[in-house]
């Protein structure tokens, strides 16, 4: 599994105090089990709720294609909600 970012956003959502991750630590969340479903369709992109550094988070991200192959491009994050904490915990009961 491959992923890519823009390097700026990665840097500004490590500062912002309600994230305080950047997307290289984010990657954790591929490592764990994670609850995933379809954000949206145009452009089409996922999200995935999983635990990266002992807290629940939230990702975006869409799949691309280069010279390579397929790739993750992330998008955003955040820490989960309430309501996201819970659907990731009614799917892994």
């Known amino acids: 599994m491959r992923f890519k970012y823009d390097p700026s956003k990665s840097r500004e959502i490590k500062t912002n105090p309600k994230r305080e991750i950047d997307f290289d630590e984010a990657q954790e ?32 991200y869409e799949v691309r294609d280069d010279a390579e192959g397929e790739y993750y491009h992330l998008v955003t994050l955040w820490k989960s909600t309430k309501e996201e904490g819970e659907l990731y915990a009614g799917h892994y009961r």
């Open 29 to 60: 969340i591929f490592s764990h089990f994670y609850y995933e479903s379809r954000k949206r369709d145009d452009p089409l992109q996922y999200r995935v709720i999983g635990w990266v550094k002992g807290q629940l988070f939230s990702l975006i």
